[in-house]
């Protein structure tokens, strides 16, 4: 979704969850800088220790093309090498979206993430649940078995809420305006409207992680 209004098409689901990740060379021409991925400059920083790549998708839970792609993207991530780091980022392009960066960084305080990620994109597109406001956010968790309160002491937490704040500061660094988008290594960014499509975005994205492996 852009800032504005939504990314192009994300691509079919059913279709993708089926291809394993494919350099882009194989697929066609080479990803060309200032069209199909952008070159940033300064660099965004990164978390990743010295030897690992980092990819970092940014999302955010009410982006129905962030919802579509999620089951693709958990495959492709189970593919990656071992040398590149994979995070996920909630994006803020307004004060109203915190809590649901909240609700992202307590889950994944809690371990939780793995389990009730892709669920939170289902209650959302597939059940129209509202998960905008802390309430409303801590109703939907406590009904998934989680316990209320020490969830609400994760998502009201510093740790949390300094995350939070952190996301937002790595997206403007990458100059995200849409979503979902894709960073490498603080150094690249791409998205489905500049690679075509959201399944050309993560061929982008390797051919990129080739490059950067390569010192190129």
Known sequence: MKRRDFSRMAASSALLASLAPVMVQAQGKKPVPGTDYQVLDPRAPVEAPAGKIEVVEFFWYNCPHCATLEPTLNEWVKRLPKDVAFRRVPRRFADGEVPQQQLYY????????????????????????????????????????????????????????????????????????????????????????MAGSNERALQVVESLIADVRAGR
Request: aromatic residues 8%; without cysteine; charged residues 20%.
């Open 106 to 193: 307590a889950l994944e305080s809690m371990g939780l993430v793995d389990k009730l990620h892709a669920k939170v994109f289902a209650a959302v597109h597939g059940e129209r649940r509202n998960l905008n406001r802390p309430e409303a956010i801590a109703d939907w968790v406590a009904a998934q078995g989680v316990d209320r309160a020490k969830f609400m002491g994760q998502f009201s937490s510093f740790s949390v809420v300094t995350k939070a704040t952190k996301a937002a500061q790595l997206q403007n660094a990458y100059r995200v305006d849409g979503v979902p988008a894709l960073g490498v290594a603080g150094r690249f960014l791409t998205d489905g409207q």
